[in-house]
């Protein structure tokens, strides 16, 4: 059974910065896009940041500069670095997994709070 595991969520105040991490528990064939999705209260789930198989990533204009995706194939893992943190960042942090088939997998969820 295939599970993806998150951590690195939390509290944090304004310009901070935070890790999210996910790691793939079970295999997944040939995964061919992993990413971070967020969804805040009474919003839509929205696509943060993803990077495909080859490299290639792309960014919700709202993150762009602040927030940097990367992933080890080897350890099926896909980290979010988060800088300069705002409140409007405050959200559930959902990680995502696309294989072969465009089957789409989703973590749990982590929540990532920005408040003084």
């Known amino acids: 059974q295939v599970q993806l595991v998150e951590s690195g969520g939390g509290l944090v105040q304004p310009g901070g910065s935070l890790r999210l991490s996910c790691v793939v528990s079970g295999s997944i064939f040939r995964i061919i896009a992993m990413g971070w999705y967020r969804q805040a209260p009474g919003k839509q789930r929205e696509l943060v940041a993803a990077i495909t198989s080859v490299g290639s990533t792309n960014y919700a204009d709202s993150v762009k500069g602040r927030f940097t995706i990367s992933r080890d194939n080897a350890k099926n893992a896909v980290y979010l670095q988060m800088n300069s943190l705002k409140p409007e960042d405050t959200a559930v942090y959902y990680c995502?997994?696309?294989?072969?088939?465009?089957?789409?997998?989703w973590g749990q969820g982590t929540q990532v709070t920005v408040s003084s």
């Open positions: 995502h997994n696309k294989d072969l088939y465009l089957k789409d997998y």
